[in-house]
């Protein structure tokens, strides 16, 4: 990536690595069919001081969608957790969809930005890389979605949650996979969270018992991760 400084994460060897990411994709739960988006918040009958608030939507996969999980444990409530204690009037939206990529998040965005948004967090890519599609394809995608929230509104504030490649599947691709998300956060001056699974990735101790998706645990490191360039922004 552009301009950054690597972060130093553990690897576990690739036969847990890569089914941690397409069990992203291929696990089932029964939440994971449907993204997990409220209604807009026009449409809500909240009290008017509540439907004033600023929107934070989390747009991913079943990371964001917080797998194998309660909603109050996914690292998108602890968020929301975190911004209430410090009163910030802000109102976070998950809406994460177990197995998507980056076309199926192109394909449903212009459904998601029918709500009122004000900060827009990107987390697409990594069952893209896992499955082997084009990293070029993935690029196109990610750019596409940028554009369409920017189109939406160019007020909408945007940050872009970073992924990163096993080594094993070679330098040059690790490389271009993880340039992706820099080289599009500098393009469009957006913020970015360089790898969302830095110090959870591959650590049995904060994932779920299938070795694969965060525990409760490692959602709060996510948060962390998070909230580290969030809070940039509100």
Known sequence: MMNHVKYQYK???????????????????????????????????????????????????????????????????????RIDSLNLNYQVVNAGLSGETTAGGLGRIEWVLEQTIDIFVLELGGNDMLRGFNIEATESNLRAIIEKVKAKNAEIRIIIAGMQAPPNMGKDYTDRFEKIYFQLADEYQTGLIPFLLKDVGGIKSLNQSDGIHPNAEGQKVIRENVWEELKKFL
Not at 32 to 55: F, G, R
């Open 11 to 81: 690897w576990i060897i690739v036969c847990f690595f890569i089914p941690f990411f397409i069990g992203c994709g291929n696990q089932k739960n029964e939440n994971a069919d449907k993204p997990i988006l409220q209604k807009p918040i026009e449409e809500t009958t909240k009290p008017t001081s509540e439907l004033k608030k600023k929107v934070i939507l989390f747009f991913g996969n079943s990371l964001t969608a917080g797998y194998g999980l309660e909603e109050n444990q996914a690292f998108t409530a602890l968020i929301q957790d």
